[in-house]
């Protein structure tokens, strides 16, 4: 009985230990998603959003469902449903792969979704406003 309980707890640490190690997610990442067109990359009007409504958006009312379910909670790509995705979600924590995406390429990829890849197109259930809102919530959040 005793032995039991310490092979239980054994797995359950082991368990816990190995999903850890997938939450940071990986750096630098692969990246499926294409360029936005130029005009739409250097867009940026995350000057006048609204990060609080962005967090809304990101954590519970995105249809049709939550961006955190696989971007994370933390936005290190390792949200639930991300892990059985092929490629995985974006991980925004990541500099090394971040720094070469611009608020407008996020603003494009959310608008219209990333073909090949699991990111729905958001531009039937969000604003332009409301993107830009989820867009500055991210970066000021987790892009360092
Ligand atoms: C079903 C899972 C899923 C959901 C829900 C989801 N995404 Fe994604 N997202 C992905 C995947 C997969 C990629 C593509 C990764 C790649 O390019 O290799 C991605 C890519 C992205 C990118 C990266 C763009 C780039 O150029 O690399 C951004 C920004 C993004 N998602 C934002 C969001 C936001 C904001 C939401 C909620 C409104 C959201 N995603 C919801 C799975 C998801």
Request: overall charge positive; some cysteine; hydrophobic content about 40%.
């Amino acid at each position: 009985m005793k032995k039991t309980m310490v092979m239980t707890i054994l797995t359950l640490f082991t368990f816990f230990a190995v999903g850890s190690a997938y939450a940071g997610g990986k750096c630098p990442q692969p990246r499926k998603t294409k360029a936005a067109p130029a005009n739409v990359v250097k867009m940026d009007k995350t000057a006048k959003a609204d990060a609080a409504k962005g967090k809304a958006i990101y954590d519970k009312t995105a249809k049709p469902m939550a961006c955190k379910m696989c971007h994370g909670a933390k936005g290190d790509g390792a949200g639930k449903l991300g892990a059985a995705l092929k490629p995985k979600p974006r991980n925004f924590a990541c500099a090394e792969t971040m720094k070469s995406i611009s608020a407008g390429q996020m603003f494009h990829v959310i608008k219209k979704g990333s073909k090949g890849t699991g990111m729905v197109a958001h531009g039937k259930t969000l604003k332009d406003d409301q993107i830009w809102d989820v867009v500055k919530y991210i970066r000021s959040t987790w892009v360092k």
